[in-house]
Nanobody, 121 residues
Framework: QTQLAESGGGSVQTGGSLILSCAAS????????MAWFRQAPGKEREGVARMASDSRIDYAASVKGRFTISRDLDKNLCYLRMNSLKPEDTGIYYCAASRYYTWFESEYYVWGQGTQVTVSS
């Protein structure tokens, strides 16, 4: 059974940086899109960054230029480097896997448990 596990969340001040990691287990086929979503308090979950196995990458406008998604296909790891963090980046961050290069959450068939990111002003 495919499982995803995030790590690396925490609390930082405005302008700080964090690196989130997502470890996939239970499958060896790396031909999936990996994505990071986040859910802020009182808001709907939103896509933050996605990366296909062919290295296509896309970011939400709110994080473009500050966040970087990367993958280690051999190790089934996905990372999200977050720089210049702002209070509005606060939320629970989830990694997810899909067979499609999409922002539609319904197309993501496996999700991690989430990791909390808190940015204080």
């Amino acid at each position: 059974q495919t499982q995803l596990a995030e790590s690396g969340g925490g609390s930082v001040q405005t302008g700080g940086s964090l690196i989130l990691s997502c470890a996939a287990s239970g499958y060896s086929d790396s031909s999936y899109t990996m994505a990071w979503f986040r859910q802020a308090p009182g808001k709907e979950r939103e896509g933050v960054a996605r990366m296909a196995s062919d290295s296509r990458i896309d970011y939400a406008a709110s994080v473009k230029g500050r966040f970087t998604i990367s993958r280690d296909l051999d190790k089934n790891l996905c990372y999200l480097r977050m720089n210049s963090l702002k209070p509005e980046d606060t939320g629970i961050y989830y990694c997810a896997a899909s067979r499609y290069y999409t922002w539609f959450e319904s197309e993501y068939y496996v999700w991690g448990q989430g990791t909390q990111v808190t940015v204080s002003s």
